[in-house]
Structure formats: structure tokens, C-alpha cells
């Protein structure tokens, strides 16, 4: 990701001095290195070492030894759902439940599902090695009906959770679950995050295991639809009525929505009516700058104005000689 992402850092943003994509890329690499490395693999290990932690939890085993489990500082339920089995601190089971359900959706709000595109290791390295086949991503119709995958995927990652947390107080529930863990462990954690999508890039762009199978992408896409139906959302992709029909926009959409189609008609995208993930690339391309990330509630430049009837007439009366 680093290599491929400092390349992608220069396509979009240095070449282009584009403030956003600058941010966008050293966001991406700097959770990857933080979070997703000197975290899990040193920083807690020092901080059980030197007890930066302190003595209480540096002394306690379930804490201590279970180094692995930092990855969920960053990862939310349903994408990383082990912070809540195999007998965690409290301390995880805490964090992950204000991570899954108060941050994530709260981002949603503001930003849609920009976690992808900013902070997430999965999406990350569709947005770094998968970037040079990101013209490739499906369109069309077709494409639209696969996205509905990831919701089939939500409720395998809903259901395996509702079993772990059950079958130690329901024997009947032990084998079930166990086999239906293993079952999602390989066709999810293996085939559908590791080595279908990084496969699928030359021929089908980057964004396949966010766009069409991850479960945490489906929910901040609920929660940011939810919004956007509410009226409360405050992401949107907004344009003017200057695009020129390039095609500049669709076809670097790493998650082949028609973007020019909406700029068109100067109808905003929301993931009410796509599944956007906030990258900007279609704003950063645009030639004659239509596209842009809108504020707050949608606001007409329209004015409404009142039919006027006109008075009745009165009937004309012609004299008869």
C-alpha cells in the first residue's frame, strides 16, 4: 500500500495540487501504518511491557495476551465482529460497541461512507494497488443489482454474531455456530476480502469487496440513507450547469456510479441513490469544475411564483337597432 499509495498520492493529488486526494492518501497510509501495524504488532506490547496501560491492566491476562484484538481500535463490528468472542476484556467489548454503534453511524451522518476511502486497510488498498484499474469498475444496471450481495453478507455477519453470543447459554446452538463461524471465515475472511478481490482488479477496478460484498459498508450506507431520507444528512456531491458531458467523472469512479448522469440533471449524489464513498476523484477531474462535496441541507434556487388569474371580463352588451 505504500509504494502504490505514495503513486497514487502523486497521480491525484501533488500532480494536481489537490489539497483533498494530499489528505485523502496520507490519511490512508497513516492509519495503515498506525492502527493497522505499529499498533497490534509494537505499541501494545510496549504499553504491556513498560505499563503504559497500568499495573491492573498490564497484569491481567485476557488483556495482556491478546494483542490481536487492538485491530478493532479501528475496524468496527461487522468487518472485525472477534473483538466480541472468545472471552475479551471489557474494555474491548466497550470500545467496540462505541465504535460499531455511536462513531460509525455519527460519520455516516456527516461524512456517508467515507470511512472507505479514508481511513478503512480494505478499501485502502483498492485506493492505492487497485488504483491504475479504477476506470474498470462495473456500470450499468447489472452492477447495481450485485451491490445487493453485501446486505446477504450483513446478515451471515449478523446471524454468526447472534449465535457466539448465545451458544454458551443455548447447548443446542454450540456445533451450528462453530460450523457457521468456519463457514464465514473461509468464504468471507478468506475468498471475499483476501483473494477474490485483489484478483478481480484488472478486471473489474478496485472496489469489489467494498462495493459488493462488505458488511460495514452496508451499514454506514443504511444509516447514511436513513439520513439523507430524513432530511439530517450532511453528505452529498452537488453540481452546477456547466458539465460538458466529458465522461471524465464515470470513468474514474472506483465504484461505477454514472456520476455524469447526475451532473446532467444537476441532481445530487447521496447514498440514497449510490453507494459513494466520498474519494472525490469524479470532483478532482472535472474539467470544468461542476461537481463539488455540499453543506448541510439542500436549498432551492428556485422561486415560486403565483399564477396570476387574470380579472373576469365583462360581457360586452351590443345594441339592436
Known amino acids: ?32 501504518w498506525i492502527f493497522f501495524f505499529l499498533v497490534p504488532e509494537f505499541l501494545f506490547q510496549w504499553a504491556i511491557k513498560y505499563r503504559w496501560v497500568g499495573e491492573a491492566l498490564a497484569s491481567d491476562p485476557t488483556f495482556a495476551e491478546q494483542a490481536w484484538r487492538s485491530y478493532g481500535l479501528v475496524y468496527a463490528w461487522p468487518l472485525f465482529f472477534y473483538a466480541f468472542f472468545y472471552d475479551p476484556h471489557k474494555i474491548w467489548v466497550i470500545w467496540g460497541v462505541v465504535l460499531s454503534f455511536g462513531i460509525i453511524p455519527l460519520l455516516a451522518l456527516w461524512h456517508g461512507k467515507r470511512y472507505c476511502s479514508w481511513i478503512c486497510g480494505c478499501g485502502g488498498l483498492a485506493e492505492t494497488f487497485g488504483d491504475r484499474w479504477r476506470h474498470l469498475a462495473p456500470k450499468g444496471r447489472a452492477s447495481l443489482r450485485w451491490e445487493r450481495m453485501n446486505l446477504a453478507v450483513l446478515i451471515l455477519a449478523v446471524v454468526v454474531t447472534g449465535g457466539m453470543l448465545l451458544r454458551d ?34 478486471f473489474l ?4 469487496w467494498c462495493r459488493y460484498w462488505c458488511p460495514l459498508a452496508k451499514v454506514m450506507e443504511l444509516f447514511s440513507r436513513a439520513y439523507t431520507r430524513l432530511g439530517i444528512s450532511r453528505y452529498r456531491i452537488e453540481a452546477n450547469d456547466k458539465c460538458i458531458a466529458c465522461t471524465e467523472c464515470s470513468r474514474n469512479c472506483l465504484v461505477g456510479i454514472d456520476v455524469m448522469s447526475y451532473a446532467m440533471k444537476q441532481e445530487p449524489i447521496t447514498n440514497a441513490n449510490s453507494c459513494c464513498i466520498g474519494c472525490g476523484i469524479c470532483v478532482s477531474v472535472c474539467p470544468m469544475d461542476v461537481l463539488s462535496f455540499g453543506k448541510g441541507k439542500p436549498t432551492s434556487n428556485l422561486i415560486q411564483i403565483k399564477r396570476h388569474t387574470p380579472p373576469q371580463q365583462q360581457p360586452t352588451h351590443v345594441a339592436h337597432a
Open 205 to 208: 477496478g478496485g472496489k469489489i
Open 1 to 32: 500500500m505504500t509504494v502504490f499509495g505514495i503513486q497514487a498520492l502523486k497521480r491525484w493529488g501533488l500532480d494536481r495540487k489537490d489539497k483533498f486526494q494530499i489528505w485523502r492518501y496520507i490519511s490512508l497510509l497513516g492509519f495503515q
Open 169 to 202: 447459554a443455548v447447548g443446542i446452538f454450540r456445533n451450528p455456530v462453530s460450523l457457521s463461524l468456519q463457514f464465514y471465515r473461509v468464504v468471507v475472511d478468506i475468498w471475499l476480502v483476501g483473494i477474490l478481490p485483489v484478483t478481480l482488479y484488472p
